[in-house]
């Protein structure tokens, strides 16, 4: 499967400024284009490998009303590139294992790009990261149940980080950071 789009966008709303000042406003013009793809592999009766991608090109064409400096721009949460990977056993038997892993570019948290030519002491960047997950389980008729593990490798992350700004006093910086490693143990009943 594959997907390839293009869009033009006539007032698109974004927020603007520090976290807690921050005001919606209409970007005037901007543009996003990119490539989503899926590969599948069933190789034989319980083998199943699958890879996945995607490119991300997101850029303020216009963004004169607020502050010129913004056009050209990417729009925050946007990363460039993701890809995953993994593969799925299903046994006759009802026994099945699947892994996966995930792979996310590094991305800005805000319009501003920051760090930018604006205020280049601030960096709202998060980094690129990588979760790997697992599960093990036991698949009946009416029933199932599962040992799994969520973020193998204890990956730190940020979805989304404002770091505040050095040259203000008393000025707090925040995060949103991903989910940490997670074991558990499934059970489910069908009824």
Same mark, same amino acid.
């Given at each position: 499967?594959a997907n390839?789009y293009?869009?033009?966008?006539?007032?698109?709303?974004?927020?603007?400024?520090p976290?807690? =000042?921050?005001?919606?406003?209409? *970007?005037?013009?901007s @543009?996003?284009?990119?490539?989503e793809? =899926?590969?599948?592999?069933? *190789?034989?009766n319980?083998?199943?490998?699958?890879?996945?991608? *995607?490119?991300?090109?997101t850029?303020?064409?216009?963004?004169d009303l607020?502050?010129?400096?913004?056009n050209?721009?990417?729009?925050?949460?946007?990363?460039?590139?993701q890809f995953?990977t993994?593969?799925? %056993?299903?046994?006759?038997?009802g026994?099945?294992?699947?892994?996966?892993a995930?792979y996310?570019?590094d991305?800005f948290?805000?319009?501003e &790009?920051?760090?930018?030519?604006? &205020?280049?002491?601030? =960096?709202?960047? &998060?980094?690129?990261?990588?979760?790997v997950?697992?599960k093990?389980g036991?698949?009946?008729? @009416?029933?199932? %149940?599962?040992?799994?593990v @969520?973020?193998?490798f204890?990956?730190?992350?940020t979805?989304?980080? &404002?770091?505040?700004?050095?040259?203000?006093?008393?000025t707090?910086?925040?995060?949103?950071?991903g989910a940490? @490693?997670?074991?558990?143990?499934?059970?489910?009943?069908?009824y």
């Amino acid at each position: 499967n594959a997907n390839l789009y293009y869009m033009d966008w006539e007032d698109q709303q974004a927020s603007f400024g520090p976290p807690l =000042d921050t005001t919606v406003i209409n *970007a005037g013009e901007s @543009r996003l284009y990119g490539v989503e793809f =899926d590969l599948r592999w069933l *190789a034989g009766n319980a083998w199943t490998f699958f890879l996945a991608g *995607a490119y991300n090109n997101t850029e303020f064409t216009d963004f004169d009303l607020v502050d010129p400096l913004l056009n050209g721009n990417e729009f925050p949460i946007s990363p460039e590139y993701q890809f995953s990977t993994g593969a799925i %056993a299903q046994f006759d038997s009802g026994w099945f294992l699947s892994v996966d892993a995930s792979y996310t570019d590094d991305f800005f948290s805000d319009t501003e &790009n920051s760090p930018s030519p604006a &205020n280049p002491t601030i =960096d709202n960047r &998060n980094d690129d990261y990588t979760v790997v997950n697992a599960k093990f389980g036991y698949q009946a008729d @009416r029933w199932s %149940a599962n040992l799994f593990v @969520r973020n193998a490798f204890d990956e730190f992350y940020t979805l989304r980080v &404002n770091r505040g700004d050095p040259d203000i006093p008393n000025t707090v910086g925040q995060a949103t950071v991903g989910a940490p @490693r997670v074991v558990g143990l499934e059970f489910m009943v069908d009824y």
